[in-house]
């Protein structure tokens, strides 16, 4: 648990390095599950990022605030808001994409070719199948 929070740490500041206080993981994470799938909500965006709900409640309304996300009361389910990206939201998400992507890039690349995929695939099974257990 140390080495795998170890790693998260690094790879954080390795981003906030990259993305000169843009935009931080946790909020890109938010971006990119909205992206994926407008008219996400608050739950749901708990399941895709793995970000606790009162965190992420915290997180979507500093975007919200500083015009990257609307929120809005779902039509099917009032007790439900959902959430769309702005055109703020979409140009600081392709801004920051190539970052990630950039960071990804350096992190993988400390391992071994041949140890990169199954390195993903182990990080995926760890998340998918303890989620899964939940």
């Known amino acids: 648990m140390h080495l795998l929070h170890q790693a998260e740490q690094t790879a954080a500041k390795l981003f906030a390095a990259s993305a000169m206080g843009f935009i931080t993981p946790r909020q890109l994470a938010i ?4 992206a994926e799938d407008e008219g996400l909500n608050q739950t749901e965006a ?3 990022t793995g970000i606790d709900r009162s965190t992420l409640a915290e997180i ?3 975007l919200v605030r500083k015009g990257l996300l609307q929120r809005r009361r ?3 389910d009032s007790r ?3 959430l769309r990206l702005t055109d703020e939201g979409r140009r600081l998400l392709d801004a920051a994409d190539p970052v990630a ?3 990804d890039g350096v992190l993988l690349a400390v391992l071994p070719a041949a ?3 199954p ?7 760890i998340v998918r199948n303890l989620e899964a257990a939940r």
């Open 31 to 34: 971006l990119v599950a909205v």
């Open 46 to 48: 708990v399941e895709r």
């Open 60 to 62: 979507i309304g500093r």
């Open 74 to 76: 779902s039509r099917e």
């Open 80 to 82: 439900a808001k959902v």
């Open 101 to 103: 992507r950039n960071v």
């Open 115 to 117: 140890q990169r995929r």
């Open 119 to 125: 390195f993903l695939a182990a990080l995926q099974a």
